[in-house]
């Protein structure tokens, strides 16, 4: 049989958005060993000198300015990218895309970003005949992400689709599948391995991540979590914060056999696992995976736009909280320390709830997208 190519584009504005295109390929690769993936962070492939300027740019202003940020958001909401738009960051930053393209001559494209969607979208205008899967990787979707030549959305509520149809999408355009997470969080494990593997107790436990760009530095939650270090066990999970990590490192309220301290890892599913509460940014995937491993969240300061969305979301599934007041984080520790088995109880309720969705239904959806489009057109027939 010959192997079909599915390319898979993303963008460095937040883990989230590749992460979920690796989960793809990991579940395409796991359900269909035919399928050839190939994963690519287009801008930084084609701009490896500017594109990480740009976005620690991005994530400057996000982090030091969130209202302008919102306003931003909320002033585009409605509006798709126009075309003037996607013509300058075609000729500004995606010159060489229809290039790569044609030499890894992929049967379907699929795009976990807004920004390569736009950009592959332009491309089909002109001509080139390639099926484009968008996947939509938050529970809400701004007007950026939709386009016209788009053929298929995956998205993760029905709330999501209604959103998408108000919009002018049709409906036979999209399928609610359920954010892309990879497949080992919706995998059980033993948790005494784990503790073992990572030097745990069984004890209750708070895991603390600041998601993909580790933001960590709230001095008043790092403090308060580690005031209960002789009563529950927390596990900082910094990313690729390094700087972080070696300051807590560092500090005396954090040298303690209950505290454990950790740099990037990719397990970050056993540590969910084999924790009661998660102390995150609400994005997406974070949320997603958490979802996954049925673990009761909490919201820490969401970013303007799509994690304000996701967190609101979650709040409404009963899945997550916001945190408003350090008396959030306290009522959980009470939780923990008094009532821990009705924290396993409802635990296992969410688990039940969430069983109906299959986690390889977002792969199985870009596989049926390839048998309906067997073949494609010879470059000779493409755009020029």
């Given at each position: ?58 994530k ?10 919102r ?21 500004i930053f ?21 920004i ?7 491309i ?8 484009l ?22 998205v ?34 033993q ?15 708070v ?17 308060l979590?580690?005031s ?157």
């Open positions: 049989m010959q192997k079909q190519r599915v390319l898979l584009l993303s963008e460095g504005f937040g883990a989230g958005h590749t992460q979920a295109a690796y989960a793809l390929s990991s579940s395409l690769r796991k359900i269909a060993p035919h399928v050839q993936t190939r994963v690519l962070e287009l801008g930084s492939f084609l701009n490896p000198r500017v594109a990480p300027v740009i976005i620690t740019a991005y400057k202003t996000v982090s030091s300015q969130p209202r302008l940020v306003m931003m958001y909320r002033s585009n909401y409605n509006k798709s990218l126009n075309r003037l738009t996607t013509l300058a960051l075609h000729r995606y010159t060489r895309t229809l290039q790569i393209i044609r030499q890894l001559h992929p049967n379907v494209i699929v795009c976990t970003h807004p390569p969607s736009v950009v592959i979208s332009r089909k205008r002109l001509g080139f005949d390639v099926p899967c968008t996947v939509i990787t938050d529970y809400d979707v701004h007007g950026a992400w939709v386009s016209r030549e788009v053929n298929r959305y995956l993760s509520t029905e709330q999501v689709k209604e959103k998408l149809l108000e919009r002018g999408v049709g409906a036979s355009k999209i399928q609610i599948t359920g954010i892309p997470v990879h497949p080992n969080f919706w995998e059980r494990h948790k005494d391995d784990i503790r073992a593997q990572f030097t745990l107790i069984n004890l209750p436990t895991l603390v991540m600041g998601g993909g760009w580790g933001f960590m530095k709230d001095e008043a939650v790092n403090s979590l580690a209960y270090r002789n009563e529950i066990q927390i596990i900082f999970c910094f990313g690729n914060n390094i700087k972080q990590l070696e300051k807590m490192k560092k500090d005396q309220r954090y040298i303690h056999p209950n505290i454990h301290l950790l740099g990037f890892t990719r397990e970050v599913d056993k540590l969910m696992e084999v924790s009661d509460l998660l102390i995150t940014k609400p994005g997406g995937m974070t949320c997603t995976e958490g979802l996954a491993k049925g673990i009761p969240m909490l919201f820490h300061k969401p970013l303007p736009g799509q994690e304000e969305e996701n967190s609101q979301y979650f709040s409404s599934q009963g899945w997550g909280t916001e945190i408003h007041s350090l008396s959030d984080i306290e009522g959980w520790i009470h939780r923990l320390l008094y009532n821990y088995a009705e924290v396993l109880r409802t635990r296992e309720e969410v688990l039940k709830h969430i069983a109906k969705y299959h986690p390889m239904q977002s792969a199985q959806a870009i596989l049926d997208l390839l048998a309906d489009n067997p073949k494609r057109k010879t470059d000779s027939q493409e755009v020029k």
